[in-house]
């Protein structure tokens, strides 16, 4: 069983920084892609962020210059630093993994839970 447990959230005022975390633990055998999405209320969820097993990136235009995007392969983990923060960045973050439990398995998508962060303005 895969368990992925997100942290790092919270309330911060409009140009604060949060750094979010995701740790994948369980039966794991490789991690693909990682991935940030965000759902404010109201709205469909969207792709904030995501980088590849190779370590290439790509993000949300909304987002470019202020949030980063890494990965530690050792701790299974996805970070996301996030800077300039604005009140439309308001929202609940997922984290989702794309991995395989083992050799034979196909990739499967695995999500956190979720985390809130709210802006102030």
């Known amino acids: 069983q895969v368990q992925l447990v997100e942290s790092g959230g919270g309330l911060v005022q409009a140009g604060g920084s949060l750094r979010l975390s995701c740790a994948a633990s369980g039966s794991i055998f490789s991690i693909n892609a990682m991935g940030w999405y965000r759902q404010a209320v109201g709205k469909q969820r969207e792709l904030v962020a995501s980088i590849t097993s190779g370590g290439s990136t790509t993000y949300l235009d909304s987002v470019k210059g202020r949030f980063i995007i890494s990965r530690d392969y050792a701790k299974n983990t996805v970070y996301l630093q996030m800077n300039s923060l604005k009140p439309e960045d308001t929202a609940v973050y997922y984290c989702?993994?794309?991995?395989?439990?083992?050799?034979?398995?196909?990739?499967?998508?695995?999500w956190g839970r979720g985390t809130q962060v709210t802006v102030s303005s």
């Open positions: 989702k993994q794309d991995l395989r439990t083992d050799w034979a398995s196909q990739i499967f998508p695995y």
